[in-house]
């Protein structure tokens, strides 16, 4: 049977509740499809880091090179600081070790499932956020100037960074199109304030006129803010910076239900990296009450990704059927996740997904 290493970060808080559920549903799909799915467990994270005084350590981050794909739970908590006083999030680490610059967040609406907006056309939302995850004011992270009144952060768009990103934007597009979805993508920036954005918005614009059967837009950030609330099923794909797709990637998350619904991969040239889009959640951990979806979601965009990369259309199969077991779970009404008013709690939902295998 073909075997595929898969590096599995549970990490901490929620993280390591829904690996767990993620991780059953990958070896009854394996099954299904005949494929089996060699995971192995790696430590990472803030309470590593407490534990050990590593957030991530080599040999984790010499196993995640080596295998197949990367399965991620969540990292960070909040009491939890390196010496600069920020964060521990070994998870930008990892983005930046393996060179994992497309962060890309499909959101979809599910039916058996409430949807938060009340237009009937809110129903039909499924949308892709494409993150720059390598630049942006993120590249400042560590590099911050300190003076004693006065703090500095610099933000670097480069024509490399910003032409591999928007090309992986335009790529999506078209291969979405091929789907039957629209096929257009809508770059978002602040070009009418920064140098650094003009930059990036004149780089889509000369990107874009390589790839015609693409439709394309720009937006400024803060009326795609309003847009996304007032008319989300307009769009389909959206390409934008490192911060403010950090900031978009969470409100198009509560589009269709919440964090537990938005899965997630960041992807590289030569790795892939597949986790929710939400953190650790700190208020919900160690009660049974994550909604794992996002997770689960998240292992079919790995099993996606693989497809084309080992050119194994099984994979893709294994996606599909995750998908449709998802699906079918809620429009039984088996389960209802908690953040839509529901009471299914990790357990109940990974087992409706399972039964529908
Ligand atoms: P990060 O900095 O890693 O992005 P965050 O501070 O933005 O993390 P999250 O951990 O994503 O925060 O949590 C945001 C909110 O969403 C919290 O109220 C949390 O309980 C909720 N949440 C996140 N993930 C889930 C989930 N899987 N199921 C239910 N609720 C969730
Ligand atoms: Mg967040």
Redesign the pocket.
């Known amino acids: 049977m073909k075997q595929l290493s898969i590096a599995v970060l549970p990490g901490d808080?929620?993280g390591p509740e829904?690996m767990e559920s993620a991780l059953q549903i990958l070896e009854a799909v394996g099954q299904r499809i005949d494929r089996q799915f060699v995971t192995q467990h790696h430590p990472a994270g803030a309470q590593n880091y407490v534990d050990t005084g590593e957030a991530l350590p080599e040999s984790t981050l010499a196993a995640c090179r080596a295998a197949d794909a990367i399965l991620f739970g969540?990292m960070?908590l909040p009491h939890v600081r390196g010496a600069d006083g920020t964060e521990v999030?070994p998870q930008l680490d990892i983005r930046f070790a393996l060179d994992l610059y497309a962060g890309v967040r499909p959101v979809r609406t599910w039916p058996g499932l409430p949807v938060p907006l009340s237009d009937p056309r809110a129903t039909a939302i499924d949308l892709v956020l494409v993150r720059e995850n390598t630049e942006g004011l993120f590249y400042a992270r560590g590099r911050g100037v300190v003076e004693a009144d006065a703090v500095f952060d610099t933000q670097k768009i480069s024509r490399a960074g910003t032409t591999r990103i928007v090309d992986f934007a335009l790529k999506l597009a078209e291969d979405r199109a091929r789907l039957g979805k629209p096929g257009k993508v809508t770059n978002v920036d602040k070009a009418n304030v920064f140098a650094s954005m003009a930059f990036w918005r004149q780089i889509f614009e000369e990107r874009a006129r390589l790839h015609p059967g693409v439709k394309t837009e720009n937006a400024y950030v803060d009326a795609m803010a309003l847009n996304l609330v007032l008319k989300p099923w307009q769009y389909d794909v959206l390409v934008t910076e490192n911060m403010f797709g950090d900031i978009l990637s969470?409100l198009i998350a509560s589009l269709v239900g919440?964090?537990?619904m938005a899965p997630s991969g960041d992807i590289g040239d030569h790795h892939g990296l597949f986790q929710?889009a939400?953190?650790?959640?700190?208020?919900?951990a160690g009660q049974g009450?994550?909604?794992?979806t996002?997770?689960i979601l998240s292992a079919a965009m790995m099993l996606d990704w693989l497809a084309i990369r080992q050119q194994d259309a099984a994979l893709a199969v294994g996606a599909r059927v995750i998908e449709t077991a998802v699906q079918s779970a809620f429009v039984s009404q088996a389960v209802r996740?908690?953040?839509f008013g529901g009471n299914s709690g990790t357990a109940d939902i990974t087992r409706a997904v399972l039964e529908r295998l």
């Open positions: 808080g929620i829904v969540a960070g999030i969470d919440g964090m537990g929710p939400h953190g650790t959640a700190p208020d919900i009450i994550a909604n794992p996002a997770m996740p908690r953040e």
